[in-house]
């Protein structure tokens, strides 16, 4: 059995990852490149947010099977799982983290380790950029060491439910690593493992998370269409997808985050003669925040002294994660264009550097425009009657 992991990278996805792997025998080192992180994990604490996550940390961490540093150690198995940003201008794929985390183990890897790659990266990057710079500089030029992608699935908020329970995709450089891939994921998770080739695997990850844009963009687009006709888009999905075939998504301000509002731009970096839909979908994405501006801006100009607020920072309901946040892009836009007072309530995080925070009484209470821009479940018991003589903007339709 492989016994030791070295998991570069102890974010979102690497961090639950090792401290699973240590409740589960393995003996991890957990690799990040920043001191404050190394320090929170081994005091057994955590830098992120995700529900019980703490627990798992904590218990990983006092087992002494999980500890932190900042340089890769030799080990069985090595799991890159560090970001995959896009470069400006031009939305293209940047892998330079992966490239790094590459070389920063490449010393360590020797014949018969297992290299997996987590990050969701560019179709041929295994086998284009991993695989050449372990051939360059791991030991024995990286003979006899198996080399595979398993894109990470798993939610924000469900990580440690979906780390086990989903299906996972093993895609290896050549069939011997797609095995040995499989055999390492079937140590513990529990839905299926299904074993195909590098690039297939790739594609796989990218084309999972651009369905979702895609469907999310035609959500957003019917809900510009139905506001001019004075529809309730919320009413009129729910009634379409009373249709045994259609499942139309949400509406809302924009598509956030690190993993949807990115990947289909590396699908489309690599093929734009033919990725039509593919990049009208971002676009159409990316334009709901200013269409939800729009509705602000009118809203502010009905009143002397416009108090605006906006409920939610975050980019989807119940995290505390503001990467890419639409919600996030709006308040600051509402901020820098003067339109009024402003009050910024988030009840996920306690302080932030740009906004003071204000509670959502205090919302309820003062402001006169309101843009409710996060489905979190402390918004959810809202009612009309609360926003009565105000000008209400519900991104999410939360209020009936
Ligand atoms: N959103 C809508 N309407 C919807 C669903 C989502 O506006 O009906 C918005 C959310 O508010 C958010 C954004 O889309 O701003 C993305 O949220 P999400 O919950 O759809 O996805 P993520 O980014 O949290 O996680 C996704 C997941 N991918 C898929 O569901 C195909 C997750 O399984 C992946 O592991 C993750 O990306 C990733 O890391 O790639």
Excluded at 159 to 169: A, F, P, Q, S, Y
Excluded at 190 to 200: H, I, P, Q, R, Y
Excluded at 269 to 290: C, F, M, W, Y
């Amino acid at each position: 059995m492989n016994r030791t992991v070295c998991v570069v990278g102890l974010g979102y996805i690497g961090l639950p990852t090792a401290s699973f792997l240590g409740t589960k025998g393995y003996r991890v080192i957990g690799v990040d490149a920043q001191a404050h992180v190394i320090e929170t994990i081994n005091r057994g604490e955590i830098h992120i947010v995700e529900p019980d996550l703490d627990i798992l940390v904590k218990s990983a961490v006092h087992s002494g099977n999980l500890r932190a540093t900042d340089v890769p150690q030799e080990a069985d198995v090595f799991i890159i799982a560090v970001p995959t940003p896009l470069a400006q201008p031009g939305n293209r794929p940047d892998v330079s983290f992966v490239e790094a985390a590459t070389r920063s183990i490449a010393p360590h890897v020797r014949p018969g380790n297992l290299v997996l790659i987590e990050s969701t990266i560019p179709v041929g990057t295994t086998t284009g950029v991993v695989l050449p710079i372990l051939r360059a500089e791991a030991a024995n030029g990286a003979d006899g060491v198996h080399i595979a992608h398993c894109p990470e699935r798993v939610l924000p908020g469900r990580v440690l439910v979906e780390l086990v329970g989903n299906d996972r995709i093993v895609g290896g450089v050549d069939a011997e690593s797609t095995e040995a891939a499989a055999a390492f994921y079937s140590s513990f998770v529990n839905g299926e493992v299904l074993k195909t080739d590098a690039a297939t695997a790739e594609m796989a990850k990218l084309s999972e998370n651009t369905f979702r844009d895609v469907n999310i963009a035609l959500a957003n687009e019917l809900s510009i269409i139905c506001d001019r006709h004075g529809i309730d888009p919320w009413q009129m999905i729910a009634l379409a997808n009373r249709h045994p075939r259609v499942n139309i998504l949400q509406p809302g301000p924009g598509v956030g985050g690190h993993c949807i509002a990115v990947d289909p731009w590396f699908i489309a970096a690599a093929a734009p003669g033919q990725a039509h839909l593919i990049s009208t979908a971002r676009r159409v994405n990316d334009n709901k925040p200013e269409w939800v501006m729009e509705k602000i801006r009118a809203a502010a100009a009905r009143f002397k002294k416009p108090v605006i607020g906006c409920l939610g920072l975050a980019f989807k309901a119940n995290v505390d994660d503001l990467r890419e946040s639409p919600a996030l892009g709006i308040a600051r836009r509402v901020r820098d264009e003067g339109l009024g007072e402003l009050l910024v309530c988030e009840p996920h995080i306690t302080a932030n550097r740009e906004f003071d925070l204000a509670t959502l009484d205090d919302i309820l209470r003062r402001a006169n425009v309101i843009a409710l821009l996060v489905d979190h479940t402390a918004f959810r018991g809202l009612r009309a009657e609360q926003f009565a003589g105000r000008a209400l903007i519900d991104t999410r339709g939360v209020v009936r």
